[in-house]
């Protein structure tokens, strides 16, 4: 199905009245539903299956990496702070055992279309130790260094500059990742992140000179001390420096759950109108500058390959949010890494010792992870699609499922009701459509069709929708 172009509106109403807590859908069941049932044992069974598939998939490979110099105050991501560089040596030792053992379930005729390094701070590593993970990967998996691929990092430009960037491509990366969050320089003390602007400028423009196809940048909004004349001078500055995607995430105040965010004062975060301000300038700066908004924070350049999936209906979307190559089988590699194999989740033990512990008894370190019931496939399918083109065709998507529509899913269309109410959704025999009033809450309206909210007494917390 063709996906039409839908410019969102921003109504700061509407959007305030649904800014709950809710799921982000870069899965489905969401990792919060993961159980210490699903084991090595069956993620062993899961690869051996998808191998045995009549067409077995491609491979997406994501490596974290959990070393960062210095804490940013605002972070919830699995992260060790060090200064010692060495500590990398020890971390990649291990990581090298994981990926032999991991490579050997998966058939080497399956070519890794994807790779993702995440973290923590990816350039933790420097040149000569990624070559190394980079020659791993190579003699276990079928890796390109040339190619059809979509090969990236996340990339801190305080510790990066051109000559490292060219020798990341020299070793098949092609895809930049480069954080920002904010320019202002109280922002930037307040969240113990002192980046300039020149410091970032060097990694584009290094990666545009080695031949990167896609550079990306990272906001966020709602961070302490940011006010909207220093986000519109910071977004002016991003605009400038033209990168091809912008993502604008909402700051999940959690001090409870990250303990680095306990140094955030609340008095200096912004109350819920300025927040919500933000994100709204954001908006309207980065659509009159010519980005495409292509759903859940994230923004492109018209001409951008997700654009263009997602005109044609291909667009998909992963643990590495939206992507052209969401078909592929995902293997999660390093300590709290996620993995999706055939029908099923799993994720890596979250502490290093845990995860150090499992591979010095030649163990894969998976901790948790959950098989998907048919329940669940067609759930994920569902909201797939409304998160990717905004729209389901209902009769198309029974058939393809085995089911009617109308009556497997009659109490979620019942409280689609209120969605249809205030103009996020239209709704007719056939069609759900996502309008352009409720483009800018698509989590929202998937939430209506998630069998698992609000059934379990300790329901997770999630950050929230705007």
Do not use: W
Not at 235 to 248: G, N, S, T, W
């Amino acid at each position: 199905m063709r996906t039409p172009t839908i410019v969102p509106e921003f109504d700061p109403v509407l959007v305030a009245r649904y800014d709950v807590p809710g799921p982000r859908y870069t899965s489905y069941p969401t990792a919060p539903h993961f159980h210490v049932g699903f084991d090595e044992a069956a993620y062993r069974a899961e690869a051996m299956a998808s191998n045995a598939s009549s067409s077995p998939r491609p491979l997406s490979l994501y490596v974290h990496v959990p070393f960062c110099f210095s804490p940013c105050f605002y972070c919830g991501c699995t992260r060790v702070i060090t200064r010692d560089a060495a500590r990398a040596d020890h971390y990649l030792d291990v990581l090298l055992r994981e990926i032999a053992l991991t490579g050997s379930l998966f058939d080497r005729e399956r070519p890794v279309l994807q790779l993702h390094l995440g973290g923590g701070t990816p350039n933790f590593l420097d040149a000569p130790r990624m070559a190394r993970l980079v020659a791993a990967l190579e003699g276990s998996f079928a890796y390109r260094r040339d190619g059809v691929r979509e090969y990236g990092i996340e990339v801190d430009p305080r510790y990066a500059d051109a000559r490292y960037v060219r020798d990341l491509a020299a070793l098949g990366f092609n895809r930049l990742s480069v954080g920002i969050q904010d320019f202002d320089a109280d922002v930037q003390v307040a969240v113990n992140r002192i980046q300039s602007v020149e410091q970032t400028r060097e990694v584009i423009d290094g990666a545009r000179e080695a031949g990167y196809g896609s550079v990306s940048v990272d906001l966020i909004y709602g961070l302490p001390c940011q006010t909207l004349d220093g986000f519109r001078r910071t977004l002016d500055q991003v605009i400038a420096l033209a990168p091809d995607r912008v993502a604008v995430y909402g700051y999940a105040h959690l001090p409870h759950l990250f303990k680095a965010q306990q140094q955030i004062e609340d008095a200096d975060l912004p109350d819920a109108s300025t927040r919500l301000a933000l994100f709204g300038e954001a908006f309207r700066m980065l659509c009159e500058a010519g980005y495409v908004y292509v759903g859940m924070d994230h923004f492109a350049r018209a001409d951008d390959e997700l654009v263009r999936a997602q005109r044609a209906g291909t667009l998909q979307r992963n643990f590495q949010g939206y992507s052209t190559h969401g078909d592929c089988d995902i293997v999660g590699l390093g300590v709290s890494s996620i993995s999706r194999v055939g029908d099923s989740y799993s994720q890596n033990a979250r502490e290093l010792v845990g995860y150090e512990a499992a591979l010095a008894a030649g163990q894969l370190p998976v901790s948790r992870g959950i098989r998907l019931s048919d329940d669940d496939r067609v759930r994920r399918a569902l909201i797939g699609e409304l998160m990717c083109h905004g729209q389901l065709d209902m009769p198309r998507f029974g058939q393809r499922h085995g089911l009617r529509f109308d009556e497997a899913f009659a109490p979620e269309l019942e409280g689609l009701a209120a969605c249809v109410d205030d103009g996020l959704v239209a709704l007719d025999a056939n069609l759900i459509r996502v309008t352009p009033r409720g483009r800018l809450l698509l989590r929202n309206v998937a939430m209506c069709f998630d069998a698992y909210l609000g059934k379990a007494a300790d329901t997770p917390r999630y950050s929230r929708t705007i």
